[in-house]
């Protein structure tokens, strides 16, 4: 007896410059996709955050409806407030604070050197935010304790539980 062939899922993608096409194609009909992209600008250690700055400049280069919010307490308050429900797409280029004993005291940093300027996870989860994506491209922004019962709680648990569809974080 000859087996049945296994069972495979076939996917087409484009070409890449068809694919990078696509999606600078505005979706929903005539509106497109905004992105509110906000980037820290030092560590713990005062060194500039470079890389987040250039992180956010590239996006609004690369794609149009960006929003990009450079001053740490611009970002903060944006943060705070349901202002980042207006965007389909959060980009948060910061520096993070994880506390695995208190998850919801685990941090976005903008700016290290001002206590005002960073927003709690359990801040973030209070927010009513309809964004479909959350990028948290800090280090370990996905890191927590895991908890019995509720799983892992931090950073990604508070977009989500704020009404984020999706959230892309790091482990490291």
Do not use: K, Y
Request: charged residues 15%; contains cysteine.
């Amino acid at each position: 007896l000859v087996d049945a062939p296994a069972r495979r899922t076939v996917v087409r993608v484009p070409s890449a410059t068809a694919l990078l096409t696509m999606r600078r194609q505005p979706t929903g009909g005539d509106q497109a996709a905004t992105i509110g992209a906000m980037a820290g600008v030092s560590d713990q250690q005062g060194q500039p955050l470079e890389g987040a700055r250039r992180e956010v400049e590239w996006l609004a280069r690369r794609f149009r409806g960006v929003t990009v919010v450079l001053d740490p307490d611009s970002a903060t308050s944006r943060m705070r407030r349901p202002a980042g429900s207006q965007h389909d797409v959060l980009h948060l280029a910061a520096h993070t604070e994880i506390d695995a004993q208190q998850p919801w005291a685990s941090a976005l940093v903008f700016d290290p050197g001002s206590a005002h300027t960073q927003v709690l996870a359990g801040s973030i989860a209070d927010l009513e935010l309809a964004a479909d994506l959350a990028v948290l491209t800090g280090c370990t922004s996905a890191g927590s304790a895991v908890l019995a019962g509720e799983g892992m709680l931090g950073l990604a648990t508070g977009f989500l539980a704020a009404g984020v569809t999706e959230v892309l974080a790091t482990l490291w």
